[in-house]
């Protein structure tokens, strides 16, 4: 189901920097809970829950955070526990197979903790069939898996999805182009993948066999960009970046 965009809650899924709006009036909606950085610079650009439900978030300056305390009843108390540094703007944290994987500047890396110290240890890149030219805006985003085992993941050199096959070491086995600019987060939905696009103030959801456009969501020119994507009981919710 897709939600129509008046309906459309500017939360933080997964990949947002700020708390949307005047808090007085989203708490009208959902409960929302400051967390103090503890010195930390919180850029966050992804976010996610691990499969023991403890919350990791990747920073855009290259930190990856465990985050201790995240459901206690007052955030103060909240510990932030460094598993990863020197990552290249992470964007997007996905657990899978005993892995973190993270689409970062160039590459999509999965990394771990093998000695069981609490910190990552062991870093790889899974993928880099894809070119980077230096242009401060090139982010990857992702990765996002599927049914299959796939993962999707975007680039801007070329302006594409990228689809890492399983079973051929995670190399590229697919690559959508597309005609619009700043690739963002994505979201599997059904037949099709939506993917935010800054540039144009728009989402639009493209054919995963083909890539042609199934749909779009456009947002007005003095709206804020969207930017994070997520699929919630069948529906689409977006971050924006203000």
């Not at 929302?32 to 610079?41: K, M």
């Not at 680039?155 to 597309?178: G, L, R, S, Y």
Request: with cysteine; aromatic share 10%.
């Amino acid at each position: 189901m897709v939600v129509p965009m008046n309906w459309f809650p500017a939360i933080l899924p997964f990949a947002c920097a700020a708390v949307i709006g005047a808090q007085g009036v989203e708490d009208e909606f959902y409960k929302i809970d400051t967390f103090p950085d503890r010195g930390n610079r919180l850029e966050v650009g992804a976010l996610t829950k691990l499969i023991d439900g403890t919350i990791m978030l990747a920073t855009r300056t290259g930190d990856v955070l465990i985050v201790d305390g995240a459901y206690d009843d007052d955030p103060e108390k909240v510990v932030y526990k460094k598993y990863a540094r020197g990552l290249a703007q992470p964007l997007g944290l996905l657990e899978h197979k005993g892995w973190i994987y993270t689409a970062q500047r160039g590459e999509l890396t999965k990394m771990k903790d093998s000695d069981g110290d609490g910190r990552a240890d062991r870093f790889l890149t899974v993928c880099d069939d894809w070119q980077i030219s230096g242009n401060y805006h090139e982010y990857n985003f992702g990765p996002r898996l599927d049914k299959d085992g796939k993962l999707w993941v975007t680039a801007f050199q070329p302006k594409a999805i990228h689809i890492c096959d399983p079973f051929d070491n995670m190399n590229v086995m697919e690559t959508f182009e597309v005609p619009t600019e700043r690739l963002h987060g994505l979201a599997r939905d059904g037949d099709g993948i939506w993917c935010a696009h800054t540039s144009d103030q728009i989402i639009v959801k493209y054919d995963v066999e083909t890539g042609e456009e199934q749909d779009r969501i456009v947002f007005g020119d003095d709206s804020p960009a969207p930017h994070g994507l997520t699929i919630k009981d069948g529906e689409l919710w977006y971050s924006d970046a203000v």
